[in-house]
């Protein structure tokens, strides 16, 4: 007679777990994404959840209400180290001991300090079997955010951009367009490309722009994809002088998700903005006679902020870059060249900067580099 080896499903069953995981992607921040499958010894799933922040319950406790008696015995697939501590909800360890799960197939240690492989402590003292890093590299990714939020109190910073090969972010010579005008033939990369900017923005918390690029492009600053999203994506323009035109369309569409940092205290100005729901704060300037960065991501921190894109034009772009806040690019470059008139990527940059682990993505005509400056899971 054949026996199944109760490994035979093991990657499977974690893959699950992280596509379930993924169901979380802007439900669960400031939390992480987590996902869970219950499987028993002949390869049956008998449970499932992932964790959302509005329905409090973690994803293990989902997955172990499905599957009530039937997880005796079984294994447990989850994407991150069940949790020890007392939060909003009661320790995950205490409750997957309870049920008499046999063992436990884990992709990797929560980076939470309140956590930190306590949770594997406690099953294996109750002789549970543990089995970590299976599709480890793509649960860190999933959240990295969480990482250096949950660790730093700050969000893990992107800055985003797209660029010619001979890396020129617009046409002309306005240092401030991103992408100048909204006309089709205007863009630097193709639609494909910028429908994965929508996704990087649905994936992001904030996002943050300067005051020259609201001037030069009226951009929108919106997550477009149509998902659902728990929070709106809160839009941070940075304006020293309270420049933000009434009539642009940030401003027009602000409902509570505009935030604006200013050094500029005239509150008249200051009135008019929040007239119409949108919200500014004073923040110091840094040295080199720009708002402080780092200030502002400790404000956006203290707001639950886990993660920032950046979108901007060359002197953001620079000025962000030197101030070492930034912790990974995602850079498109379509196949052209622009040549002398147009605006370069990161006009006054002072260093030159090297990517980690630098990853490679094709979207249509256009490809993209993603790459790190730091890493969001160190510290
Ligand atoms: C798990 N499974 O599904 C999640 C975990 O405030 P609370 O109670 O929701 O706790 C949040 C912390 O719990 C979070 O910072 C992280 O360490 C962990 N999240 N743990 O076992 C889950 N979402
Ligand atoms: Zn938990």
């Not at 035109?245 to 409902?255: G, T």
């Amino acid at each position: 007679m054949q026996t199944s080896n109760p490994h035979d499903h093991d990657e499977q069953f974690a893959r699950r777990a992280l596509e379930l995981a993924r169901q979380g992607i802007a439900l669960t921040s400031p939390n992480p994404c987590v996902g869970a499958v219950i499987a028993t010894p002949d390869g049956t799933i008998v449970g499932e959840g992932f964790h959302t922040y509005e329905g409090k319950k973690h994803a293990e406790i989902l997955a172990l209400e499905q599957a009530g008696t039937r997880a005796r015995g079984a294994t447990i697939y989850v994407t991150l180290e069940p949790c020890s501590h007392q939060g909003r909800t009661g320790p995950c360890a205490d409750a997957v001991i309870a049920t008499g799960i046999a063992r436990v197939v884990c992709s990797m240690e929560d980076p939470n300090p309140q956590v930190a492989g306590r949770g594997f402590a406690k099953l294996r003292a109750a002789g549970i079997q543990v089995d970590m890093n299976l599709f480890e590299a793509d649960a860190r990714k999933l959240n990295e955010a969480f990482a250096k939020y949950i660790r730093h109190k700050a969000p893990l910073v992107t800055l985003k951009s797209a660029m010619t090969l001979d890396g020129k972010i617009a046409r002309g010579t306005d240092l401030d367009a991103s992408v100048r005008g909204t006309a089709r033939t205007d863009w630097i990369t193709g639609e494909v490309a910028r429908a994965h900017v929508q996704q990087l923005r649905h994936q992001s918390d904030a996002i943050l722009t300067g005051i020259g690029t609201v001037l030069a492009d009226d951009p929108l600053l919106t997550d477009r994809t149509g998902l659902p999203r728990r929070r709106s994506l809160l839009r941070v323009v940075l304006d020293s002088h309270l420049r933000l035109p009434l009539a642009s369309r940030i401003s027009q569409s602000a409902r509570e998700d505009v935030l604006v940092f200013t050094e500029d205290t005239d509150l008249s100005r200051k009135n008019e903005l929040e007239k119409l729901g949108i919200r500014v704060e004073l923040v110091p300037r840094s040295g080199d006679n720009a708002l402080d960065l780092s200030a502002i991501l400790n404000r956006l921190g203290e707001l639950e902020i886990t993660s920032l894109l950046i979108e901007g034009g060359s002197h953001l772009n620079a000025s962000v870059l030197d101030s070492r806040l930034v912790d990974k690019v995602f850079l498109f470059l379509a196949p052209k060249i622009f040549g002398d008139a147009g605006v370069p990527f990161a006009a006054g940059l002072h260093q030159s900067i090297e990517f980690t682990n630098p990853q490679f993505h094709q979207f249509a005509d256009d490809c993209a580099i993603e790459g790190y400056l730091s890493d969001p899971y160190s510290g």
